[in-house]
Structure formats: structure tokens, C-alpha cells
């Protein structure tokens, strides 16, 4: 039976690849100008100002229909397959998006226009200051427009490269996914504010760390810390004011609607084609292969601390039910677990990572582990505490009049046995654990999820990326769960 | 205060109540080095409540459990200890159900720093030998026949050299065809000197192996005596029946 699995699901991830490819029905554009916009379906990017306005759009009789992405490249690619009928963002990047995507077009009739500055800590005017200098100097120098030029216009190959190397470092908060301004390369993060960023950075005498997280977490990694200063093509708004401090604006933006362009079909690709455009150029595999790496330790260490939790706790209540006593570290458990079971895991692991860690700067992959070890050790605890009612009392009672002391028994009879009970549904727990990081991405961390999604972000491609991240992850739940088979197999030749 | 030279327990006017059920009411009892004294009665008499006491795994409302002349619940003196000097069989015989015969019958000795490994290998193959099991040193307790698991049960409270015994309803839970290997056994601890309690409804094994016989019922011990004394010439009306229908 269990030989027969992998079978089937190659069946069903060829039977996805071959939906993937077949791009039939896609429905033709009907937008033409803005006006058009009224009860269609568009795309805007969550936290986004095109999400402001294209919600205050038309009023009661021409509502637009918003759909909010996390990513804009998920926008375009909704756009593209005919999910939605246009998509409003800023032009720089639209023009960016359509350079690799030929079947879309930009309309001439401008949305909104705009202008982008950095966001700093609501009390932190020192710092604003400061960055208000640097900003000023960058125009003065020449500087901003020879990046302008480059990244804008495409008519030189300048590029900013930072000078001061320090351990004092500035932090950067942004969300990599908004070309040109900020994106993923083969030679990391780049973009026009990521240059900016450099060069505030040298002028303050410091080396430069980059934060990569959601568009709309970057406000609040700011105001609590975590970074000293977001850019990522914030507009100025009123709303945005009251949460947090603007510099002077360095760029200026205009909304534009993006739709699909009647005239030209998309030209089909081959799968050697997509093979290569998603993984060999510019070296992608790499995100993924990165990605797995932190999937990977996130999920092995995360499972040891829960297991050592776990173990704990379990003995606790053991403890408790079968000889009275320790009421107080009984009923704090009992709370640990009514916490840990009664709230989302995505939810510990913000709280943790912006609250419990706010003042420090911590490693991510170790907040990752800690949130996630926590929270196994909580289902591995209940999981073992099942195993040790599973065990009958005369065998503890018969440990007892032996003269045993309650280690003893616990060590050498109960453990084992309510472990060995525990396997299968401790490698659930397991299996549960290493799907679950893929949440990892919420605070910045490129696990195998998130690995895929760069890669998304940089070919507007979704099958191959999300396809290549589900079969690793399968596979990798695969092999735990035949480890543990074996594992099964060998304690089970010593009962029933 | 001072215990007979040759008294190994004594029971002064041990009282015991589950909520509102009063399970044992005011019971005296002397047990004397070398006793084999079989406890009989209906069931839910209290036996099992009574015998458990003497291994401390129920505790008393009121009265005093004496062994070698001192209480058992005197402070400074370790549960564990009276229960190493105490051993006790159980009817669902209690194996550890995750280790080999041998390592059960060494667990205790072992972890109890009361012999060394190579010592108490050597004592367990010497009891699998008494209670005819040699062979079956790796077999698991699932691999055991109730008969076997009983006698490695035996084997497994023999090992600490207990100096008394309590066996509670030893072949209850036994097929028919597999009591006599067991009581054999006890017969043979018997005659070994083995000061030993032990709960049964094997009447025809009380009269041949016991010294002395306590009829329980209802809480207290309605008659004792000698098993020609309780099964040839009973008393009490209660006795008569239950042996009546024992029988
Ligand atoms: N732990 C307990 N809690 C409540 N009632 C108990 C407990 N143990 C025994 N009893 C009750 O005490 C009475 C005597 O039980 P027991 O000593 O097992 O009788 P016997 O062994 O003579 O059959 C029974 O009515 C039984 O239900
Ligand atoms: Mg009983």
C-alpha cells in the first residue's frame, strides 16, 4: 500500500503541471480607460496607497471590486491568467513587470500620481533629520539621478556602492518585490532604494542591513525597532501620519492600470524554456536551495525543543495524576497549554518575533525555532500524556511495591512505553511542524516557501516555483514518515 | 510497644473508608516469621484493601502497621524500604510490559543498588530455574502464557529477598488448566519457610498449604484458625455459606 503512494502523487503533480501549462479561456481585455474600472475585479497590492484610492473609487454607483494581494507579482499573474480584469500600481514597477510579461500593456491615462519618502519611528526625529540631510546631499551631489538614470531611464550603469564598513549598522526595512525600486537579483536585494539606503547609510556612518519583510509589516517593524527606517515606495498619506514620521520625498509616482493587451496572444513557452527561466537563469535554484536550508533547520531544531518541552511537560501531569502534588507547576502547565493550543501558530510566532523580541535583535531563524518549538512542545506534551494514560496502573503499581521511587518507573516503564505508543501521532506532530514553518516568510525568513515566491516574483511564473516547492516539501514528509516506519518496526518486535 | 521476638507484622486496629463506604473496620492481626495465612471471603469484603495496605500502596484512616516492630509510616523510615522487605503478587500479574523476562525480574535490584548487574543476572536465572522458565530470559511479556507471566511475577518479587510475601488472588485471572503450575510454586515457597499473606478461592490449596486461615467478610475477620478449624468445623453462619457455595 505505502510503496504505492509516491505513485500516485507524481500522478497528480503531472496531472497539475499539465493544468499549469494549458492557458486556454482566457477572457479578452474590456478596459480601456479609467472610467472602465467601475464593477470590474482589479488587483492592488495590500498596504499599497492604489489600495486607498481604488477603494474610495467611484463612489456608490461605480464601486471597483478590489482584490488584495500580499504581492504584486501575484496580482499580475492573476491578470494575466484572467482572474481579474486590471491591476492599479505604481509605473515604475508596472513598467518592470511588463518588460517580462508581454501580454499585458500599461493604459495612457494616468490613475493617480504621487510622490514616495522613507518612513522612520514615530518619536525617533533625530534620526529624520539626519536622513533629511542625507537626502538632500544625494540630490545636490548628483547622485540620485545618476541611480534615476540607471534603474528609471536605462541610460547608464551606475551603481551605488557603500564605503563605510562598520559594526554600527543601519537597518533597513522593505519588501523586496516592487522593481524597480527594490527586488531580488543574483546579487541579492537592489533597486533605487536600496541605493538610497547606501547612501543615507555612508552619510551616517554606518554599514547598511537589509530587512526583506511584507509590504504591510514594515510600519510596524519600524515603530517598534526591529529597523531604523522603511523605504519601499511609501506615498504620503494622512492615515500614514499618524503612525509614523515621512522624510522628505525622494521620488515621484504615478498609479497606472495595467490590463491585458488584446493584440498580443502570449507566445507559449517550452517546458525547457520555463525550466530555465525559473531555476538555471541567474542561478534561481539558489533561492530554493536556501529556502530548504532554513526549512530544513528551522523544522529539526524547532522539533527538538518541542520534544525537550514536551517530555517536560508530559512528566509534569504525569506526575501530578499519579501521585498528587507539584499543583503549581501542574496548573502552569495547563495554562502553557491552553494558550498554545487555543491561538493560531502564525500569531505566536508575530508575537514573539515583535513583542516578546521587540528591543533585541535577534536571529530570525532562532525566533523562528523558539515560536515553533514552543508551540510543537504543547501538541507533543498532550500527545504523550495520552501515551501514559494508555498504560495500565498495575504496572506502576507493581513498579511501587517493588520500592521503586516514581523516577524509576517513570524512566524505565511508563516513558517508554507511552513514547512508543506516542510515534504515530508524534510524527503527525512532525509532519504538521514542517509544513507549518512555511508561515516563516511573515517575518522576513526565505524558508522554502518563501524561496519559491522570490522566484515568482522574478519570472511571474507560478506553476514551476510552486510546483518544485510542493514536491520538495512531499518529499520530504515522505522520509520522515518511512524513517519512522522503520523506526515503528523496530520497537515493535518487544510487544503484542 | 515491643514486638514478640519471632512477629515480623503487626495490624493494630486498622480502619479504611472510601468516601462513605467503610471497607475494613477496626482489623488486628499478627503475622509471625514462617506464617502462611490464607485469606478468604466474598468478594468485595475488603481483602484486596487489606493486603494492599500492608505493601503501602493504600494508606489507613486510623491504626497502626507494625513491621519488624516498627510503623511503617514512621517518619525517617522510606516507603521503599518496608516495600523492598515486602514483596507482592498481583492477579493481573503487572509484568512491565516493555522488558524482557529477565530484565523485569533485574530491574529492581538493579536500580536499587541491592546487587550488582552480573549478581542479580545471576540470582533472576537462578529463580527462572525455581519457577521452571529457564530459557525464556529474553522472551517478552506478550510472548507469555498468564501461567508464565505469573511465575516470572513470582520470580520478579523473589528477587529483592523479600522477607514476606503478599500474593492477592494469584490464579483468578488464570485458564483452569494453568493454576497448578502456579500454585505448585507458592506450595514450594511454601516449604521453603517463606512467611507469605495470600487472598485466594482455591479452598482445597488454603487447607493444604496455610497455617493458619482468616475468613473476611463485610470488613472485619469473622473467624480464623487453623484450616481444619475453618473448613471441618466452621462457626459462623456466614463461613458455613460461603464455604457451601465454594464448594
Ligand atoms: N480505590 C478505591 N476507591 C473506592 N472504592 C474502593 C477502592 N478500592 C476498593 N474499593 C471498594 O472497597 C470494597 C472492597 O474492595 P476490595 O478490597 O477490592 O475487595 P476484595 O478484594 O475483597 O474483593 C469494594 O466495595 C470496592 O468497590
Ligand atoms: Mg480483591
Not at chain 1, 80 to 105: E, M
Not at chain 1, 349 to 359: D, N, P, Q, T
Not at chain 2, 41 to 60: A, D, V, W, Y
Amino acid at each position: 500500500m505505502f510503496k504505492k503512494i509516491p505513485i500516485w502523487a507524481i500522478l497528480f503533480f503531472s496531472f497539475a503541471f499539465i493544468l499549469g501549462c494549458n492557458d486556454n479561456a482566457i477572457p479578452a481585455n474590456k478596459v480601456f480607460a479609467v472610467k472602465d474600472l467601475a464593477h470590474k475585479k482589479v488587483g492592488v497590492q495590500i498596504g499599497n496607497t492604489a489600495d486607498i484610492y481604488a477603494s474610495d473609487f467611484g463612489g456608490d454607483t461605480a464601486k471597483i471590486q478590489v482584490e488584495r494581494y500580499s504581492k504584486l507579482t501575484d496580482a499580475i499573474q492573476a491578470l494575466s491568467q484572467g482572474k481579474i480584469d486590471a491591476v492599479l500600481c505604481d509605473d515604475q514597477p508596472a513598467k518592470a513587470f511588463l518588460r517580462q510579461n508581454q501580454s499585458l500593456k500599461i493604459l495612457d491615462e494616468v490613475f493617480v500620481e504621487e510622490t514616495y519618502a522613507g518612513v522612520i519611528a514615530k518619536n525617533n526625529t533625530a534620526l529624520l533629520d539626519t536622513v533629511n540631510m542625507a537626502l538632500k546631499n544625494l540630490k545636490i551631489s548628483g547622485t540620485y539621478d545618476s541611480i534615476f538614470n540607471t534603474y528609471i531611464n536605462r541610460s547608464s550603469d551606475f551603481h551605488y556602492t557603500q564605503k563605510v564598513k562598520s559594526e554600527n549598522k543601519l537597518i533597513l526595512s522593505t519588501n523586496a518585490q516592487f522593481p524597480p525600486y527594490e527586488f531580488h537579483s543574483a546579487n541579492g536585494i537592489e533597486g533605487i532604494d536600496i541605493e538610497i539606503a547606501r547612501y543615507i547609510a555612508d552619510y551616517m556612518n554606518r554599514s547598511l542591513e537589509i530587512q526583506d519583510i511584507e509590504f504591510d509589516a514594515i510600519i510596524n517593524s519600524v515603530n517598534s525597532g526591529k529597523a531604523d527606517i522603511g523605504l519601499a515606495g511609501f506615498t504620503i498619506t494622512e492615515e500614514r501620519k499618524k503612525s509614523i514620521l515621512f522624510t522628505t520625498p525622494y521620488a515621484e509616482s504615478k498609479i497606472v492600470v495595467i490590463v491585458r493587451d488584446n493584440n498580443k496572444i502570449s507566445k507559449t513557452e517550452s517546458i525547457g524554456e520555463l525550466l530555465h527561466k525559473n531555476f538555471i537563469k541567474e542561478a534561481r535554484w539558489k533561492f530554493i536551495v536556501e529556502g530548504l536550508g532554513n526549512t530544513l533547520i528551522i523544522s529539526f531544531f524547532a522539533a527538538f525543543l518541542g520534544i525537550c518541552i514536551g517530555i517536560g511537560v508530559s512528566f509534569v501531569r504525569f506526575a501530578h495524576e499519579t501521585m498528587g502534588g507539584m499543583k503549581f507547576l501542574n496548573t502552569i502547565c495547563k495554562i502553557y497549554l491552553a494558550i498554545i493550543r487555543g491561538t493560531p501558530v502564525l500569531v505566536q510566532l508575530l508575537i514573539i518575533y515583535y513583542i516578546v523580541f521587540s528591543s533585541v535583535n535577534v536571529n530570525k531563524i532562532l525566533v523562528a525555532v523558539i515560536a515553533f518549538g514552543i508551540n510543537s512542545g504543547a501538541y507533543v506534551s498532550e500527545i504523550l500524556r495520552s501515551g501514559f494514560k494508555a498504560i495500565d496502573p498495575g504496572q506502576i503499581e507493581a513498579g511501587r511495591s517493588l520500592g521503586l521511587r516514581f523516577r524509576h518507573i517513570l524512566s524505565h516503564i511508563a516513558f517508554p512505553q507511552a513514547f512508543k505508543t506516542s510515534l504515530p501521532s508524534m510524527t503527525n506532530e512532525f509532519i504538521t511542524l514542517i509544513k507549518e514553518t512555511s508561515i516563516c516568510g511573515y517575518i522576513g525568513i526565505t524558508d522554502l516557501t518563501r524561496g519559491g515566491d522570490i522566484i515568482r516574483s522574478l519570472t511571474y511564473e507560478a506553476m514551476l516555483p510552486l510546483l518544485a516547492v510542493a514536491v520538495i516539501y512531499f518529499i520530504l514528509v515522505a522520509g520522515l514518515s518511512s524513517c519512522v516506519a522503520r523506526l515503528e518496526k523496530r520497537l515493535k518486535k518487544n510487544e503484542r | 510497644m515491643n514486638a514478640k521476638p519471632n512477629t515480623i507484622i503487626q495490624v493494630q486496629n486498622l480502619s479504611k473508608s472510601f468516601g462513605n463506604l467503610q471497607v475494613l473496620k477496626n482489623i488486628s492481626l499478627d503475622v509471625y516469621q514462617g506464617d502462611v495465612i490464607a485469606i478468604i471471603g466474598p468478594s468485595g469484603c475488603g481483602k484486596s484493601t487489606f493486603i494492599r495496605h500492608l505493601n503501602m500502596l493504600e494508606k489507613q484512616d486510623e491504626g497502626k502497621i507494625l513491621f519488624n516492630g516498627k510503623d511503617i509510616y514512621e517518619k525517617g523510615l522510606h516507603s521503599r524500604f518496608v516495600r523492598e522487605r515486602i514483596g507482592m503478587v498481583f492477579q493481573q500479574f503487572n509484568l512491565f510490559k516493555n522488558l524482557t523476562v529477565l530484565k523485569n525480574i533485574m530491574l529492581a535490584p538493579v536500580t536499587l543498588h541491592k546487587m550488582t548487574k552480573s549478581e542479580a543476572e545471576a540470582k533472576a536465572k537462578e529463580l527462572l530455574n525455581k519457577v521452571g522458565l529457564s530459557g525464556y530470559e529474553n522472551h517478552y511479556p506478550s510472548q507469555l502464557s498468564g501461567g508464565q507471566q505469573q511465575r516470572i511475577a513470582i520470580a520478579r518479587a523473589m528477587a529483592m529477598n523479600p522477607d514476606v510475601l503478599l500474593f492477592d488472588e494469584p490464579t483468578s485471572a488464570l485458564d483452569p488448566e494453568m493454576v497448578g503450575e502456579v500454585l505448585k510454586i507458592i506450595k514450594d515457597l511454601a516449604n521453603s519457610g517463606m512467611t507469605m499473606l495470600i487472598v485466594t478461592h482455591e479452598m482445597n490449596f488454603a487447607k493444604s498449604v496455610a497455617n493458619k486461615v482468616l475468613f473476611f467478610s463485610e470488613g472485619i475477620i469473622k473467624e480464623q484458625g487453623t484450616p481444619q478449624e475453618i473448613f471441618e468445623n466452621p462457626k459462623d453462619e456466614r463461613l458455613k455459606e460461603f464455604l457451601s457455595v465454594i464448594h
